[in-house]
């Protein structure tokens, strides 16, 4: 453990491995059995926000995921161009879509401070 305290925080955010590494070496649990328990919480979240799901998942203290199904938008003729003041433009229709929001909880909130 000593090894781990010495070391410096890097600029970037750690690998796959390094969570991997690191969970098992907190925990005393093989990192096999670590990468299968991310494995099953990524089907989970799959699962609870699927068609079929709820449309929300939480992971207790530490983030709130939740879908939301934006509706479609028809097209438009003769709209103002944002970008060039009294010029008209035409918008294209977008299909409707799902959208994945990621809301941070309070225990996480108070770990940055």
């Not at 449309?55 to 203290?61: E, S």
């Not at 097209?75 to 918008?91: I, R, S, T």
Request: overall charge positive; proline content about 9%; aromatic content about 2%.
């Amino acid at each position: 453990m000593a090894k781990a305290a010495t070391k410096k925080p890097s600029a970037k955010a750690p690998s796959k491995s390094e969570v991997l590494a690191n969970i098992a070496e907190a925990t005393d649990v093989a990192k096999k059995d670590v990468a299968k328990v991310l494995e099953a919480l990524a089907a989970e979240i799959k699962k609870a926000l699927g068609n079929r799901g709820p449309g929300v998942f939480a992971i207790p203290g530490v983030v709130k995921i939740t879908k939301q199904k934006v509706p479609a938008r028809p097209a438009k003729k003769g709209v103002p161009n944002p970008f060039k003041p009294g010029e008209l433009m035409d918008q294209a229709a977008r299909p409707a879509f799902s959208k994945v929001k990621v809301r941070a909880l309070k225990n996480l909130k108070d770990m940055v401070k």
